[in-house]
């Protein structure tokens, strides 16, 4: 598995990644296209808040994570997206974007990670994940998303 900076060349296959993903809604798939995009964008410097990762297996996108520096905050940082090929799934190209993005915030002199998910049943291999990671649940919002549906912050100190 290797993990690198993401290019606009790795466009065309992360559009197909995140179009596979099954438990993004429409409206998550949008935006997660839309992040990568201005991670690759020719303008970094005005989208300098969002940095990809992409993992390669034998050649074949494996995966990406998506993250940048918390707007306002000193060394907080923000996991926005993270996602795997289904037809990859369990090869461990998550873990190594993880941990290749958790190197990546330290080396620019980050502190402590945040991440949100969803309370949904379909989000729980996902929350178990970042369990596994020492991404333990810090807050909890009720009914966020929608009656039923909490908003998630998981948070690690690196």
Same mark, same amino acid.
């Given at each position: 598995m290797h993990v690198r900076p993401g290019s606009a060349a790795d466009l065309p296959p992360l559009r197909q990644l995140i179009d596979s993903i099954e438990n993004f809604t429409p409206d998550e798939k949008d935006v997660a296209r839309e992040l990568v995009e201005l991670a690759v964008s020719a303008a970094p410097? =005005?989208?300098? *808040? @969002? &940095?990809?990762?992409?993992?390669? *297996?034998?050649?074949?996108?494996?995966? @990406?994570?998506?993250?940048?520096?918390?707007?306002?905050?000193?060394?907080?940082? *923000? /996991? @926005?997206?993270?996602?795997?090929?289904?037809? /990859?799934? #369990? &090869? #461990?190209?998550?873990?190594?974007?993880?941990?290749?993005?958790?190197? =990546?915030? +330290? +080396?620019? #002199?980050?502190?402590q990670v945040r991440i949100e998910t969803s309370s949904g049943g379909e989000y729980a291999l996902t929350r178990s994940f970042y369990d596994r990671h020492d991404y333990p649940e810090a807050s909890r919002l009720r009914d966020f998303y929608k009656p039923g549906d909490d908003l998630v912050t998981l948070y690690k100190r690196l």
């Open positions: 410097a =005005e989208h300098a *808040d @969002y &940095k990809l990762l992409v993992a390669e *297996d034998g050649g074949a996108l494996a995966g @990406y994570v998506c993250f940048g520096p918390t707007p306002m905050t000193e060394a907080t940082w *923000d /996991l @926005y997206w993270i996602a795997s090929s289904p037809a /990859l799934r #369990g &090869k #461990g190209a998550g873990s190594h974007l993880l941990l290749a993005m958790e190197r =990546e915030v +330290r +080396r620019r #002199g980050g502190r």
